[in-house]
């Protein structure tokens, strides 16, 4: 791609002189602009953007500090570089004080202005470039109210991304506690239904009969206890994205009518002959083995298909133990917010470090009720890592070959584990890691993933 010449504007009420700078700066590689007058160059800052402003200081009417105020007011960032006749080094000063970049004192040499102009322009560019990144940085660190920003992470964030924008049905699988029912949400929230409601229900929590009724309504009397109508949860996500959690557990008489409602797009309530037309993204979670309850008859193949259209695995702590100091700091604000009086201010290294041993068995949402844990019992403004030992007693104090043997693990097993350990000891750094176990990097993203 060919370069973008960097813009100038040259601000002198002496033509010739702009003229001439505006020629030398021009074969010099820029695209010089030139303003005979200070109110020609306020009026010009406000139409369109300079990479550069070179302005002489002294000028009727509108002066040199006009000028930088006008060019600040649109763009603080942009450099303003002072030109000053006289030795006026006093007024060149109060420019800079002003935020000019810098001063030139006329008669000046070329190259001195070019000097400066090249500087400014470096400059610039390495801060724009250090916000880019910590934009990217800042953006990347989560997708919509989801945090992590490891390998595992990104993959979901890609993937959640497009499949935000669709309509197709999404099974979302993982372990308890990974953040299955964040996922549905961001879905929701990142997606063009997201001005309509998200609605979730757990269809382990009710039992059948109330499930139903929950889910597409009842009229009035439709059954005992039934004294009003309700609309019921397909009718209230109309529009906008309906959980269902826990989808592994729905009684099989009510997966067939949901299979029914996918299919025809309509919901009949309990008790009514007139069906109602919806529009309901549907998102499934469960952290079972659905596919195993399909093969011994627990969960209609039919039903399976209609909502694992697209599937989304949400990934163990254990497999993105570099997520985990992010996620500490981030319970640990919650938590202190929670309980003001507590005196825990944040965590030691070495206390994140122990974190790191552990297996989270319970995922994100074991970490984040430890440290709410943590954050109440604290008595003091640092929490080490005896204070997370003791809450998880079986964390190892050093290596994991202990817990191993005692365990008699199997060498697989083991690996992971130590792989983990070591990640963990280089403060979630796998480059590193790979490094201090003498094996390639994607040699741990593959090990972690379970394969060989
Ligand atoms: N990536 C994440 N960023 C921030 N918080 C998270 C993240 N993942 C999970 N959490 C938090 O962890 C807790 C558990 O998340 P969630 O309820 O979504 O998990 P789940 O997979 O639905 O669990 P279960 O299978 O037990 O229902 C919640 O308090 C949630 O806010
Ligand atoms: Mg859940």
Aim: charged share 25%; aromatic share 6%; proline share 5%.
């Amino acid at each position: 791609m060919a370069r973008v010449k960097p813009t100038i504007l040259i601000v002198d009420d002496h033509v010739e002189m702009a003229r001439l700078l505006a020629d030398q700066l021009g074969d010099a590689g820029y695209a010089p602009t030139v303003a005979a007058s200070g109110v020609e160059a306020v009026a010009l800052v406000k139409t369109r953007s300079f990479d550069v402003v070179v302005s002489d200081l002294r000028m009727e009417e509108v002066d040199g500090i006009d000028v930088l105020d006008a060019v600040h007011a649109v763009d603080p960032m942009t450099p303003v570089l002072i030109m000053t006749a006289f030795g006026g080094i006093e007024s060149a000063v109060q420019a800079i004080k002003r935020g000019a970049y810098h001063y030139v004192a006329k008669p000046f040499q070329l190259d001195e202005v070019l000097v400066y102009v090249e500087r400014a322009l470096d400059e610039r560019r390495v801060r724009d470039d250090h916000r880019a990144l910590r934009r990217w940085a800042a953006e990347r660190a989560g997708f919509g109210v989801l945090i992590g920003k490891s390998p595992a992470m990104q993959k979901l964030y890609a993937l959640l991304e497009r499949v935000a924008q669709s309509q197709a049905p999404v099974l979302i699988r993982g372990e308890s506690g990974t953040g299955k029912e964040r996922v549905a949400r961001a879905l929701h929230f990142e997606g063009p239904r997201k001005a309509a409601a998200f609605v979730a229900v757990n269809c382990t929590a009710l039992p059948e009969s109330l499930l139903e009724s929950e889910l597409f309504g009842h009229v009035r009397g439709a059954f005992t206890g039934a004294t009003s109508s309700r609309r019921g949860l397909f009718a209230e996500a109309d529009g906008g994205t309906l959980l269902l959690d826990e989808i592994g557990d729905m009684p099989p008489a009510l997966q067939a009518k949901l299979l029914r409602v996918l299919e025809e797009g309509e919901v009949r309530a309990v008790g009514s002959d007139a069906p109602r037309k919806v529009d309901v993204r549907i998102v499934a979670a469960t952290h079972q083995d659905l596919e195993e309850r399909v093969r011994s008859g627990g969960f209609r193949q039919d039903l399976y298909y209609r909502l694992a259209v697209v599937p989304v695995a949400v990934p163990p702590l254990r497999d993105r133990i570099e997520d985990l100091p992010l996620l500490a700091e981030h319970f640990l604000a919650r938590a202190r917010e929670r309980n003001p009086s507590s005196p825990v201010q944040r965590l030691a290294r070495e206390a994140v470090a122990a974190l790191g041993r552990w297996s989270w068995p319970g995922n994100v949402r074991e970490l984040e009720n430890l440290i709410e844990r943590l954050v109440v019992i604290g008595v003091d403004d640092v929490v080490q890592s005896a204070d997370v030992q003791a809450l998880l007693p079986s964390v190892p104090g050093s290596a994991p070959l202990d817990d191993a043997k005692r365990a008699m693990v199997t060498l697989d097993q083991l690996e992971r584990e130590y792989i983990t350990w070591v990640i963990s000891q280089c403060g979630g750094n796998k480059t590193r890691a790979a490094e201090i176990l003498g094996i390639d990097v994607s040699t741990i993203y593959r090990r972690q993933r379970g394969s060989h």
